[in-house]
């Protein structure tokens, strides 16, 4: 990258004839070494205004450098798209400036400019005064969190009228009245005569210094503005470095698309630099993506630090000259340099009206970047103009139910601290749980200071941390709630069983979630004593098995056909069809497995459990004799059939009793007595 190229803030350039300016009014004011790079403390400023107000050429006056960078801007002498500069204040502070069009077709470019300015020049022509794209960008302006301006009253060589001029400037300040401008002072420019520039350079380094810092400690992030190829050098991104630092050899996240891409190179106004901090205007060369799978409106950030979002919980106000905004309606949404159309969705009311604020929740028509705190602008849908702006609360957001319940959580949040947060989204993730590495992204907050919220939640028994996941308390309560509920349930639908199986327990419990979650849950009753164990069968404490003289009496001639039965145990079907009630041998033939009076063996094969412990300790002393064991030892050793030698000798294998070597059969080593 050549110096200059990349953020259309290089080497100054005379301005074609149609300026009628000067390619540098204010040089005595600017550091003289181009190449020395940005000052650590940086700053972007910006112009805005109506067409042909002269912002370009001011620009121009300023710096030296023609932000006009398209050959139809220079062609008709007019600004369609975002221009780039840098200025060298007189502290030694060199900013960059984003001068912006003025058109009303082209808001949509001027909006992805404004974004992320430290200090914006409202620049209003003084032979023709305050225009309606004046009072647009101004709307605009305030709802861009931009606290700090100045208003430009320019082209004072075309304005001598005493009474004129006194005339804009009360317009100016009637404009300006309730705005971050308000009680600014108007300072008179001419961008063609230079007249005024030196005072303007002062106000601008003075407002600079009362600008609060940027967020270096904070994940990097870079809206980008610009996307262009660079012969020798591949993809280049321009843009305003909102928190952070970024260094050359950094990986980056693409988003919303969430790729990875790695930074080859870095200059900030013109210069090759190592690190561009927080503040600064920067072009990043970058490896591993191409310039059409990057544009306007994506964003650069550390990797799995922000989560992109389709719903947004916000604060919305709309201008008092806007129409009505209905639920639902269809509008566009301005965030850092993107546009994104979505729905606003009123939880509370049916519309809202001009001039009036309230949250809401904005569902896009696809993912977007916004972090809590970020501004937005508001526009129509058709036709295309500014209606209001606002905050985002919480991105991503779920989807709430409407209702004034729904009104009151998203103002909850507004005010809330980092704490409270930290806990709505962990009880937003309900069962399924979460982790700091989800966390940090969905709160656009650092993992540290996640972390240590997640911390002192689990301490105050809010929250609960189990093997890495966090889980609200109050869903483990739930857990708890609907697991004695179903054990109840089990209890009275089969009271003659022995408890209620845990598979068929967790699937009536638990239907979905993360299961280290039900496992702390189970096993905290457990060893509070309120669920008591039977093998793999679960009861509410002191549940004894309710059973009728008729289950009682179907149980015991079942267990009498198979103990008779021995080795060559009779068939299911047959013993079934032998009793009086075919349900009540039903249900008692399941109560004996599940006590395990009957086992099944597999292949539908079912023993006494005193049969098997017999054929058990017979195997175990013939393989103790001669070493090996075979189907048809077996079956000649119980005088029974191959069919029951077979299932009985898989039945052992499976539990590890006997070793299946060839057709034979060995004594497993880690069998257990």
């Known amino acids: 990258m050549t110096a200059g190229g990349p953020t259309g803030a290089g080497t100054p350039r005379t301005p074609p004839d149609r300026t009628r300016r000067p390619a540098v009014a204010a040089h005595a004011t600017r550091a003289p070494a181009a190449s020395s790079g940005p000052a650590p403390d940086g700053g972007v400023i910006g112009t805005a205004g109506h067409i042909d107000h002269g912002k370009s050429a001011l620009v121009t006056a300023l710096t030296g450098i023609d932000p006009d960078r398209l050959e139809e801007e220079k062609r008709r002498g007019m600004t369609i798209d975002l221009g780039f500069a840098h200025l060298d204040l007189p502290g030694g502070r060199r900013v960059g400036v984003v001068d912006v069009p003025g058109h009303e ?9 404004a974004a992320g300015l430290d200090l914006v020049l409202l620049v209003v022509a003084a032979d023709e005064g305050v225009m309606p794209q004046t009072r647009e960008h101004l709307d605009i302006l305030r709802f861009l969190h931009v606290r700090r301006g100045l208003v430009v009253l320019n082209k004072m060589d075309l304005a001598t009228d005493p009474d004129w001029l006194a005339l804009v400037e009360d317009d100016l300040r009637a404009l300006c009245a309730g ?33 609060p810092r940027r967020d270096l400690a904070a994940p990097a992030r870079l809206p980008v503005d610009r996307s262009f190829t660079m012969e020798g050098f591949g993809t ?19 988003l919303p698309g969430r790729r990875e891409v790695r930074v080859r190179g870095l200059q900030s106004h013109g210069a ?11 072009a990043l060369n970058l490896a591993g993506v191409g310039k059409g799978e990057i544009g306007r409106g994506d964003v650069l950030a550390a990797p799995g630090t922000i989560e992109p979002a389709r719903v947004i919980d916000a604060r919305i106000r709309l201008l008092r000259h806007a129409p009505p905004l209905r639920d639902r309606g269809r509008i566009r949404v301005y965030i850092a340099a993107d546009e994104v159309i979505g729905r606003v969705r009123l939880p509370d009311r049916e519309h809202l009206a001009p001039g009036e604020s309230a949250v809401a929740q904005i569902v896009l028509e696809r993912p977007a970047v916004a972090l809590r705190g970020d501004p937005f602008v508001l526009r129509r849908y058709s036709p295309m103009t500014t209606i209001g702006g606002g905050e985002v609360i919480a991105a991503p957001a779920a989807l709430r139910r409407r209702g004034a319940a729904a009104a009151a959580e998203i103002e909850a949040l507004e005010t809330s601290g980092l704490d409270v947060r930290v806990l709505a ?6 069962t399924a749980g979460t982790s700091l590495d989800a966390l940090a992204p969905l709160l656009g907050e650092g993992r540290d200071r996640v972390a240590a919220e997640a911390g002192a939640l689990t301490s105050g028994g809010q929250a609960l941390a189990i093997r890495g996941r966090l889980f609200a308390s109050t869903v483990a309560a739930g857990v708890r709630d609907a697991i004695v509920r179903a054990l109840a ?21 638990f239907a979905a979630g993360d299961d280290r979650l039900y496992g702390h849950v189970f096993d905290a009753l457990a060893e509070a004593g309120e669920v008591e164990l039977a093998g793999v069968y679960a009861r509410v404490r002191g549940f004894v098995p309710r059973r009728t003289a008729a289950d009682e009496a179907a149980g015991r001639a079942i267990e009498d056909d198979y103990r008779e039965g021995r080795y060559a145990p009779p068939d299911r079907a047959d013993v079934l069809a032998r009793t009086a009630d075919r349900a009540v041998a039903e249900r008692m033939f399941v109560a004996l497995l599940d006590e395990g009076v009957l086992v099944d063996a597999g292949a539908g094969v079912v023993f006494h459990r005193d049969a098997l412990a017999d054929v058990d300790a017979r195997v175990r002393a013939h393989l103790e004799r001669h070493g090996e064991i075979t189907v048809a030892s077996l079956r000649d050793l119980l005088g029974s059939s191959r069919k029951f030698a077979l299932v009985l000798l898989e039945y052992f294998d499976a539990r590890h009793v006997t070793r299946r070597v060839g057709d034979k059969r060995v004594l497993a080593r880690a069998a257990r007595t």
């Open 105 to 113: 077709r082209l808001v949509k470019n001027m909006l992805a400019g």
């Open 179 to 211: 705005t971050f401008l308000d009680g600014a002072p108007v300072l008179r420019v001419s961008a063609r005569t230079g007249a005024g520039l030196p005072e303007l350079v002062a106000a601008i380094d003075r407002a600079l210094e009362e600008t």
């Open 236 to 254: 280049v991104v321009t843009g305003t470095l909102w928190s952070g630092r970024v260094r050359a050899g950094d990986v980056l996240e693409l």
């Open 272 to 282: 090759a630099v190592a690190e561009a901090a927080a503040g600064q205007r920067v």
């Open 425 to 430: 989204a962990i009880r937003a993730a309900g």
């Open 489 to 509: 349930a089990g209890h009275e639908e089969t009271p003659w069983r022995l408890g209620v199986p845990r598979d068929d327990l967790k699937a009536r419990a």
